[in-house]
């Protein structure tokens, strides 16, 4: 007669895993009944995760937009005194500073500064800052304007 003899195998179960000492871990086979209460709130976790970054990175996105449309409201101002300026002929640029209110811009202002750099040659500087949050933010816009330049025909 022939003795079986017994498999050294051995298993436990922890939730829906169990492990088998020859195979390693494996997904039960067992039906599950429905959803337990962790499950729920793992999920709810997870959406809720989700939803906060959204919210967060809709906010950041709107903040991104405004101090771009600011910048470009306050490119287009400088440009426009840049070239007034530049239209005029080199005997009409007085040296100063000299400042206006930006109305498209919150408490935005514009500064024009005209110097001499060299004798026929003068550097034309605009300045526009704003505020947002309590921080003054600004784009400057720089050029140059020579006797005898493309603008200074003489009538």
């Known amino acids: 007669m022939t003795k079986i003899q017994k498999s050294k195998r051995f298993e436990f179960r922890i939730w829906s895993f169990e492990f088998v000492s020859n195979l390693g871990f494996r ?15 793992a999920g709810l976790l997870i959406i809720s995760i989700i939803i906060i970054s959204l919210y967060l990175a809709l906010g ?5 937009q405004v101090q771009a449309k600011h910048v ?10 840049i070239e007034e300026q530049r ?8 040296n ?3 400042s206006a209110s930006v109305t498209s811009l919150p408490s935005g202002t514009s500064s024009l500064t005209i110097s001499d750099v060299q004798t026929n040659l003068k550097k034309i500087s605009v300045t526009v800052s704003w505020q947002v949050g309590g921080n003054t933010k600004s784009v400057k816009v720089e050029t140059f304007a020579a006797k005898g330049g493309l603008n ?4």
């Open 27 to 41: 997904i039960s086979d067992l039906p599950r009944r429905g959803f337990a209460t962790v499950d729920l709130l």
């Open 60 to 64: 950041l996105s709107t903040r991104i």
């Open 72 to 81: 470009t409201i306050a490119s287009a101002q400088a440009e426009k005194v």
């Open 87 to 94: 239209a005029k002929r080199f005997a009409d640029l007085a």
């Open 96 to 98: 100063g500073t000299s």
């Open 152 to 155: 200074d025909v003489t009538p």
